[in-house]
Nanobody, 121 residues
Framework: QVQLVESGGGLVQAGGSLRLSCAAS????????MGWFRQAPGKEREFVLA????????RYADSVAGRFTISRDNAKNTVSLQMNSLKPEDTAVYYC??????????????WGQGTQVTVSS
């Protein structure tokens, strides 16, 4: 089992940037597909991006393509989310997640506690 801890959330103006980090422990990090999800108030949790265990493959939600980037460092057991050109609709709690079985949303079974991102207009 893997434990995940997010950091880096905060308040930023529209058009600004933030970088979120997720530190993993307790398992073989390099074997997990890693993802970021978000949940806005009153809405369901939604997929944002994912990266394969090797870091070669990436998957993006259309809403963040060209603005957000995911990366990982298997030597440091970390995965990062670089968010540029932020919009007020990006406001949400962002969750780091891990999967051992694939890319589907239901495959992500391990979750961090979340970090709040607020984008002001």
């Amino acid at each position: 089992q893997v434990q995940l801890v997010e950091s880096g959330g905060g308040l930023v103006q529209a058009g600004g940037s933030l970088r979120l980090s997720c530190a993993a422990s307790g398992a073989t990090f390099r074997s997990y597909t890693m993802g970021w999800f978000r949940q806005a108030p009153g809405k369901e949790r939604e997929f944002v991006l994912a990266i394969s265990s090797s870091g070669v493959l990436r998957r993006y939600a259309d809403s963040v393509a060209g603005r957000f980037t995911i990366s990982r460092d298997n030597a440091k057991n970390t995965v990062s989310l670089q968010m540029n050109s932020l919009k007020p609709e990006d406001t949400a709690v962002y969750y780091c997640s891990a999967s051992t079985t694939g890319w589907g949303i239901s495959d992500f079974r391990y979750w961090g506690q979340g970090t709040q991102v607020t984008v002001s207009s």
